[in-house]
Each structure stands twice: as structure tokens, then as C-alpha cells.
């Protein structure tokens, strides 16, 4: 993947577990113009209270959250004597490349956090990167209860006034969390015809960025052994301090 500008958040490696297996990848690389020019970062969203993350704190410590330790002891922290309302996240939207095409045609490369997807791309998309087939109702549920749907189109307008625009679903990926401490990375796939120019990274730093401003740090995610190096290079460590992803499935 070419470079992207990097996420401008204050993370430890530790915060970050990539469990290999074999859910989760980026697809076939494939071959696409080089971009023209990458548009800086200009959209700003409501800002929330800055929150600092020790790096000493290792990640079996950030789980172990709503106790402290005092004396060789351990106290229970009281709850808050009133609900803390949580502030409704704004989606994001900006453009992450723009580029002239042969016939003439503008080409944007867009990011969004509003989960804007219909199932039936989402399908294609997965077909295109050799993904199995899954019900759509299921793909349907899954994006409905997700804590952040994040996707990447590429919207063509052509050159004369009278063409339509198009606009194509090429990347996605989305994220469950308990809207607190932990968030877990899933479907995360880019067209093969878009990768290798950065775009899949630049997704990714966007979906940390997004889920660091709502103060999760505790990321996780399953990696196909293929694109493990992918996911250390954006910060991502494999089996941090020893800790082991464990699963269960049914025999039968």
C-alpha cells in the first residue's frame, strides 16, 4: 500500500491486538492509475475533551477498568450518581484523492463514517475480493449494529454537463464496541482494481482516528496471515504480553 498521511493521535502500541486468522483481509492487489494529488484533512467535526493515554499502561490494565489499586488493595470506583448522557457522534465525510482520468472525468476518492452502504455493493464488493457469500439479511444486521460503519466510494463526474455522476462502493470497514473501553475492527476490504495506492491504510487510520475521538482505545481485530504486516505497520501488535485470541465453535 502506498503511504497515507498518519493518524494524529497519541496511541501505544499495546492499545492495539491483531489476532491471525482467517476473517478478515484486504483482498487480491490489483492496479490503478496513480493518484493525481491527495487532498489534505480540512473537515472538522465537534471536538471532544482531549484524553491522555499512559504508555506505560499495558492492556490487561486498560481492561481492567472501574478498579484501583491502593495499598496492595483493591477499591471498587463508585458509579456516577447520574447517567452520563453519551454525545451522538457527527459522521464525517471528506475527500482522500482526486484525480483527472483519461476521458477526461473527475474522480474522488471518498471517506465516510456515516455508514452509508447498500448490502447489495457490499455484496459485490465482497465477490470481487473472493469472499464467501453470507445471507444479506445477516450483512444487513451486522451494519445495523455496528458502533461505526466507515466506507470509500469513488464518485466519477464526467466532462460534459449533460453526463450523470457515478458512484461506486470500493472500500469498507466497520466496528462493534460496548462505547466505552473496547472496539473490534471487522470487514475491512478494498477493491483489488483501487489497492496499492494507500487507500486501505488511509481507512484505516481514519476508523482509529474516529474511534480514539470517542475516547476507545482498546482496538482489536482478526487478521488473515496474509495482511498481518499490514496491521503491524499501522500499529498493531500480535499476541501483546503473551495474551492468546481463544474461540469456540460449535462440534457437530
Request: hydrophobic letters at 40%; one cysteine or more; aromatic letters at 8%.
Given at each position: ?77 463508585e ?7 453519551e ?22 476518492i ?47 463526474t ?30 475491512v ?10 487507500l ?13 475521538q ?6 482489536t ?32
Amino acid at each position: 500500500m502506498a503511504p497515507a498521511a498518519s493518524a494524529s493521535a497519541v496511541v501505544t502500541p499495546s492499545s492495539f491486538r491483531c489476532v491471525p486468522t482467517a476473517s478478515c483481509g484486504l483482498g487480491a492487489r490489483g492496479k490503478a492509475p496513480a493518484p493525481r494529488r491527495l487532498l489534505h484533512d480540512h473537515a472538522q467535526g465537534k471536538k471532544r475533551a482531549a484524553a491522555t493515554w499512559s504508555l506505560k499502561a499495558g492492556l490487561w490494565d486498560s481492561l481492567r477498568s472501574g478498579f484501583l489499586k491502593s495499598n496492595n488493595s483493591t477499591e471498587t470506583v463508585e458509579p456516577p450518581s447520574a447517567p452520563i448522557e453519551e454525545e451522538e457522534p457527527l459522521p464525517e465525510e471528506l475527500v482522500l484523492l482526486e484525480r483527472t482520468l483519461a476521458d477526461g472525468s473527475t474522480e474522488q476518492i471518498i471517506f465516510s463514517s456515516a455508514g452509508d452502504v447498500n448490502v447489495y455493493d457490499l455484496q459485490a464488493l465482497c465477490d470481487k475480493v473472493g469472499w464467501p457469500r453470507r445471507p444479506l439479511t445477516k450483512i444487513a444486521a451486522s451494519l445495523r449494529n455496528s458502533y461505526l460503519v466507515a466506507t470509500l466510494h469513488s464518485v466519477t463526474t464526467p466532462s460534459k454537463a449533460e453526463g450523470e455522476e457515478r458512484k461506486q462502493l470500493i472500500g469498507m470497514a466497520r466496528a462493534t464496541s460496548d462505547h466505552a473501553f473496547n472496539a473490534t475492527i471487522w470487514d475491512v476490504l478494498v477493491d483489488p482494481s483501487y489497492q496499492g495506492q494507500g487507500l486501505g491504510k488511509a481507512l484505516m487510520e481514519k476508523v482509529i482516528r474516529t474511534l480514539l475521538q470517542r475516547d476507545i482505545s482498546n482496538i482489536t481485530l482478526f487478521a488473515d496471515n496474509k495482511v498481518v504486516d499490514f496491521y503491524k505497520n499501522l500499529g498493531f501488535e500480535a499476541d501483546p504480553q503473551g495474551i492468546k485470541g481463544m474461540f469456540w465453535y460449535p462440534r457437530f
